[in-house]
Every structure is written in C-alpha cells, then in structure tokens.
C-alpha cells in the first residue's frame, strides 16, 4: 500500500509565503517522478511542479516563486511557495510515478500519468 501524505497547507495573505510537504513512505523519491497538483473549485486538476533526477518542472504561473525540492534519505518532497496570490487558492495534491513520465516531456500536463496520490492540503491566500 503506497501512501503519500501531504502537510503545511494554510491560510497566508496575498504575498505570503508556505512549504508544502509531501512524505511518501516507501516510495523512493529518488527512483519516481515526482509532482505537485492543485485544484480550485469549479476548476480542472492542473499541475504545478515536479522533479525527477535533480531536475524540476514548473508551470509557467508559479515559475520564480515556487520551488520544488526533495529529499532521498528522507522520501520528502518540498514545495516552497513564495509571493502568493489569491489565484493559488486551491487544494494541493503530491502525486507519484515512474520517473521516465518525468522525462517524457511536459510530466505535469499530464496528471493522469500519476499513479499515486495524496489526499490533498488547502492553500487559502486572501488578498
């Protein structure tokens, strides 16, 4: 049973910051792909972040003020989120697959590509 439990959602003002966690068991986060969702009300699942290999992908709203790290010995991911705005309210989800997805081009166009998931941590940033 593959459990991925994610933590540190908040309520910040507008400019704010937060780090979201992300602990995945036993999944090895060195060996998987692994990427950061978000999902607003009313709205469809959109990817954020994700890295494999030391590498990291972002999208193009978060690009500059968040950062995506890990770390192997610990099977933790992080998401530093820096300069908040209202329009990062969501639910944020920590997602886990094979690291090729990573590699494939473009991993976090693709949620359905994650095989593991969370159960996700509310971001609220008021302006």
């Known amino acids: 049973q593959v459990t991925l439990v994610e933590s540190g959602g908040g309520s910040v003002q507008a400019g704010g910051f937060l780090r979201l966690s992300c602990t995945t068991g036993?999944?090895?986060?060195?060996?998987?792909?692994m990427g950061w969702f978000r999902q607003a009300p009313g709205k469809e699942r959109e990817g954020v972040a994700a890295i494999y290999g030391g590498s990291a992908y972002y999208a193009d709203s978060v690009k500059g003020r968040f950062t995506l790290s890990q770390d192997n010995a610990k099977n933790m991911v992080y998401l530093q989120m820096n300069s908040l705005k209202p329009e990062d309210t969501a639910m944020y989800y920590c997602?886990?697959?094979?690291?090729?997805?990573?590699?494939?081009?473009?991993?976090?166009?693709?949620?359905?590509?994650?095989?593991?998931w969370g159960q996700g941590t509310q971001v609220t940033v008021s302006s």
């Open positions: 036993q999944v090895p986060v060195s060996g998987n792909c």
């Open positions: 997602a886990a697959t094979a690291g090729y997805v990573c590699l494939s081009g473009s991993p976090i166009a693709s949620p359905e590509r994650f095989r593991y």
